[in-house]
């Protein structure tokens, strides 16, 4: 079974791209372009450095001790939290930024749903001297005014889209249009694993940084590269598609997945995609995802609006379809429930989506002499008020 993508750009039954005809230009000369521009040593040098000297890269992967007590297994956590800007995301800008360039792009545009994407591209049209706009939903931008005022600071254009929910989709939209309006100028940079072939693809292959460094960590410690687990929370998935990548073909790691079952998997208000989401095609692919009967997207809920999308990653849909990954959906109040855990136990306030993948430890029987990595995505300052406000209904 293969689980990358194929020269036709699906990943199993899933995958492809399915756009407007008036993108298939743009979309085609990424396709056409993307591989040899990212496997050009000069691209991979400048990739690499920048990974180094400004993400601070490797990341560590720390054994947490008391952690691995509480759980009678041997857990470490690999600290995406640490990167520049508090998350994985800068991997994949990175990379997409100087792709933009050798395609001699001159501006970028970029949608967010919670501002993390929006951040993270933001800062590296700064680091690179890119014009930026940014596209939000009208409701985001009010919901997530830090992010709004980075962005800003950072020297982006926080654009509104006033259409529609005016959330994440029709942000989307905006930047589509957008696209569609400057195809020879402008490079989208999409944030996770999802969007149009060759984005999937793409967005794995700059994040798969992570798991390269997992095993040459693993292998430094334990003398194997192979653990017995990794386990990420998915969104879109870039997170959990980076950690998993260099162990998609290695049969004796479990590859285990976490969606955010917001209020409860059956309560009208989660964002589990596998669970309860069927084939159907959203931004661009054909995917599972979140529907009605006659194929309306349904709204989506998690407390951490990272995990709140209603699609996922067609490399994920093929995962959960062929039985190679294992998907797990973790409530609201689990997730709360595990972030303040992982705090006190370690030290380490993670990202509302990272605490996700943290809570499944309650829900797998690990050996003694299991080694279990978790992917710790993000850092939870972005969270802060969140843990503040909803302590009361969150803790018994
Ligand atoms: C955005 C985000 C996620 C979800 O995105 P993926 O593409 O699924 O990784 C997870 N964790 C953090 C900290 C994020 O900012």
Redesign the pocket.
Known sequence: MQYTVNEKGYYGNFGGAYIPEMLYPNVEELQQKYLSIIQEPSFQEEFNQLLEDYVGRPTPLFHAKRLSEKYQTTIYLKR??LCHT????INNTIGQILLAKKLGKKRIIAETG?G??GVATATVCALMGYDCVVYMGEIDIERQKPNVERMRMLGAEVRPALSGSRTLKDATNEAIRDWINNPVDTHYII????GPHPYPDM?ARF?SVISQEIQEQLLDKTGKSNPNYVI???????????AFYHYLDQLDVKLIAVEAAGKGVNSGFSAATTYLGKPGIIHGSKTLLMQTEDGQIVEPHSI????D?PGI?PIHAHLFDSGRGEFFSITDQEAFTAAMMLSRTEGIIP?L??AHAIAVLENISFKKDDVVVINI???GD?DLMTYISRKDEFTQ
Not at 191 to 194: F, K, P
Not at 232 to 242: D, L, P, R, T, W
Not at 304 to 307: N, V
């Open positions: 995406e939290d508090g998350a994985h995301k919670a993390q994407h944030g996770s694993v999802v967005v994040q990420a929370c998915v969104g879109g998935g870039s997170n959990a598609a980076g951490s609006a990272g995990l999308y990653g990202a989506e990272t995505s993000g850092r972005k």
